[in-house]
Nanobody, 120 residues
Framework: VQLQASGGGLVQAGGSLRLSCAAS????????MGWYRQAPGKQRELVAD???????KYSESVEGRFTISRDYAENTVNLQMSSLKPEDTAVYYC???????????????WGQGTLVTVSS
C-alpha cells in the first residue's frame, strides 16, 4: 500500500487546514486509516483514525476541533483541522492498516508526512 499525503502548510492560530491522503492498494484490503503526528523532540502520536465500519477515534487533544472522514471507493482519508493551535504544529503522517488478499495478518503502512505549522 502506498500512501500519498497532501495539504500541509502554514496557518495562523485559530485557522483551518485540510489534509488528504490517497492510498493505492493493489493486492490489499485496507482496514483502518488514520493520521498521526510527530512534533520536534516528541514521539509520534495518534491524531485520529477511522475503521472499516466508519467509526472514528480522536485523541483528546483534537477532539471537537478535527474531523476525520474516509472515502471507501476512492481509498482516501481526510482530516479537517479547525481552531488550530500552535501546539498542533507537527509533521502529520497518514497511516493505513491492511491485509494482503488471501491473508489474515495486518500490516501497517505510512505516508511520507506533511508539515503543519501553526503560528501564534
Amino acid at each position: 500500500v502506498q500512501l500519498q499525503a497532501s495539504g500541509g502548510g502554514l496557518v495562523q492560530a485559530g485557522g483551518s487546514l485540510r489534509l488528504s491522503c490517497a492510498a493505492s492498494r493493489i493486492g490489499f484490503t485496507i482496514r483502518d486509516m488514520g493520521w498521526y503526528r510527530q512534533a520536534p523532540g516528541k514521539q509520534r502520536e495518534l491524531v485520529a483514525d477511522i475503521n472499516g465500519a466508519g467509526i472514528p477515534k480522536y485523541s483528546e487533544s483534537v477532539e471537537g476541533r478535527f474531523t476525520i472522514s474516509r472515502d471507501y471507493a476512492e481509498n482516501t482519508v481526510n482530516l479537517q483541522m479547525s481552531s488550530l493551535k500552535p501546539e498542533d504544529t507537527a509533521v502529520y503522517y497518514c497511516n493505513a492498516r491492511a491485509t494482503r488478499w488471501g491473508r489474515s495478518n495486518v500490516s501497517t503502512f505510512w505516508g511520507q508526512g506533511t508539515l503543519v505549522t501553526v503560528s501564534s
